[in-house]
């Protein structure tokens, strides 16, 4: 099963200025066969995109909050911790 999912941020400490550029990276420490990959903001259903990184280019104010990654492999899922982008 997926499992240690946990992610990176550029810039570091997940606070980015108003129009700059954000990129998240999605890491599995454990978990065979093809994975696949969702972005969640907000706790939203709607995925903001798929595979291991997620690139905001001209950050809005509207892309500050609680940003989330799931990793699957098809017969489980894990999730990472929340991250909180604050845009400055």
Do not use: K
Not at 26 to 43: E, I, K, N, Q
Not at 52 to 78: F, I, K, T, W
């Amino acid at each position: 099963p997926v499992s240690g999912v946990s992610l990176s941020v550029q810039p570091p400490g997940a606070r980015v200025a108003l129009g700059d550029r954000l990129v998240l990276s999605c890491a599995v420490a454990a978990g065979t066969g093809p994975l696949s990959f969702s972005w969640h903001r907000g706790g939203s259903a709607t995925p903001l995109g798929t595979g291991p990184r997620l690139e905001l280019h001209h950050v809005g104010e509207e892309d500050s909050g609680h940003y989330q990654c799931r990793a699957s492999d098809g017969d489980s899922m894990a999730e990472s911790v929340h991250l909180n982008v604050t845009v400055l």
